[in-house]
């Protein structure tokens, strides 16, 4: 009974995430009650829900104050000479200007959220790619690649995910995958430079001289082989001022360039320890948070604001990882997820058993680009790590496996930020999925290689 009832919770629950009949907090804190009830949990589903909470909180408080650092690092202008810097590089080359593309993608995508991310990129380089005639597809490309690697850091959603539905630290889960990650995203580089150099063969080289970059103002002529593509004729720069930095406005009041090398230094340090692994992320991230706070913004009132630009993206993550702890308090607490593993490992081969990291670094690719994570880490990851205990496959090496297929996933039509990529860049979902599908997935396997081959995921 508790078989069938498990798998008809996880179905309830990915039904109402697919087919957005709820929203995933809503999904996670009805849906687990219900079931937990039908189990026979009766009053004791409080203190499975309250257990879960408490094993949740230090996740949470990761979540709220990472989100509050790298929204302040981007309020108080660190980013902004990085976007400069690369319109200055990459003004006479479609192949530097890809290459930057990636690069730029990559340092924003460090505060977890992929809209931000997108939203600044597209602003700061579009214009460029419009006027040089490079294909607004290209950006999607580079953009969601670099986003979807990244997105692996434990402030970013899908590490936190599953951390908080196996009951282990996020830091346990990235920590090891750090190799992994920088080799996904030397990958993306090189892709970076094959599809920009394709760039360069089919339009020819394009030279951007800008008589002041932040004001967006200059002129285009062609330069070396090959004849220039749509809308790159003539020299009249109309309509163009300004709109290089509408995503990062450099009149905005939250700027603060004296304290530009302190913020720098206060962000390194922060990913140095947090590589290290001294303190808890969560302590780091609180302590680097409230410094920043204090120094950028020594009133009050400026603190508040600060904390309340970002409050969308810190209300619905935080939410969600609170309700999160309701579906996985019950799933321990009635003892579904042991039965539906020891379901599990009767059907399963026993030969394929002790592969059951990696087949579940293979299953992410496609699971997590047809259902959301929520679904994929809430609803099937429990029940694979259930399994995979009987065969000493630890929870944690399950996670790390699980997070590999994220470069696939980001290109998902089920995750919103893509959507609001493509919108942005003018680009179809089709023609945006025909370039960057076959890449995704040789960064997540690549990633899934590097972890097996360092001896973070098991391989029989």
């Keep these: 009974m508790l078989v069938i009832l498990g798998f008809l919770m996880v179905a309830a629950f990915m039904f109402l995430i697919l087919t957005k009949r709820a929203t995933p907090v809503v999904a996670l804190t009805l849906v687990p009650v219900i079931f937990g009830l039908l189990a026979g949990a009766g009053l004791g589903i409080g203190d499975m829900i309250t257990?879960?909470?408490?094993?949740l909180a230090p996740t949470a408080a990761l979540l709220f104050f990472a989100i509050i650092f790298f929204g302040i690092m981007i309020d108080v202008g660190l980013f902004d000479p990085l976007v400069r810097g690369i319109l200055r590089l990459v003004r006479n080359d479609?192949?530097?200007?890809v290459v930057g593309t990636a690069i730029l993608a990559m340092v924003v995508s460090l505060d977890g959220d992929g809209s931000t991310t997108f939203i600044i990129v597209t602003s700061a380089l579009l214009p460029l790619y419009l006027k040089l005639g490079v294909s607004p597809v290209i950006l999607t490309v580079v953009a969601g690649l670099a986003n979807g690697t990244m997105n692996i850091i434990p402030w970013g959603g899908p590490t936190v995910r599953a951390a908080s539905a196996l009951g282990i630290s996020p830091s346990d889960v990235f920590v090891p995958m750090v190799p992994s990650m920088i080799v996904g995203l030397i990958i993306v580089l090189l892709f970076a430079v094959h599809l920009g150099i394709m760039e360069r063969r089919r339009i020819g080289k394009l030279i951007y001289e800008p008589e002041l970059v932040a004001?967006?103002?200059g002129s285009l002529r062609k330069g070396g082989k090959g004849g220039g593509g749509a809308g790159t004729g003539g020299s009249d720069d109309s309509g163009e001022s300004g709109q290089f930095f509408d995503g990062l406005d450099p009149n905005r009041d939250t700027l603060r360039p004296k304290l530009l090398w302190f913020n720098a230094a206060l962000t390194v340090i922060l990913l140095v320890i947090l590589v290290m692994d001294i303190l808890p992320i969560p302590v780091l991230f609180m302590i680097a948070a409230s410094i920043a706070l204090t120094v950028n913004f020594p009133k009050v009132k400026e603190q508040g604001d600060a904390i309340a630009r970002h409050s969308s993206s810190i209300v619905s993550v935080v939410a969600m990882v609170l309700a999160a702890a309701i579906l996985t308090g019950v799933f321990q607490g009635t003892g579904m997820v042991e039965a539906m593993a020891e379901w599990l490992l009767n059907v399963i081969p026993s030969g394929m058993g002790p592969y059951l990291a990696v087949i579940t670094g293979i299953l992410s690719i496609?699971?997590?680009?047809?259902?959301?994570?929520?679904?994929?880490?809430?609803g099937i990851l429990p029940v694979l790590t259930e399994t995979a205990s009987k065969y000493g496959i630890d929870p944690v090496e399950m996670a790390r496996a699980s997070i590999t297929g994220q470069p696939v996933h980001l290109q998902s039509p089920l995750v919103p930020a893509i959507l609001l990529l493509v919108t942005l860049a003018g680009v179809s979902l089709a023609d945006h999925h025909k370039k960057v599908l076959w890449r995704a997935v040789v960064v997540s396997l690549s990633m899934l290689a590097v972890g097996v081959v360092l001896g973070q995921i098991p391989f029989g």
């Design 215 to 217: 004001s967006g103002g």
């Design 94 to 97: 479609p192949m530097k200007l």
């Design 366 to 378: 496609p699971l997590t680009f047809f259902m959301t994570n929520d679904a994929f880490y809430f």
């Design 51 to 55: 257990d879960g909470i408490k094993s």
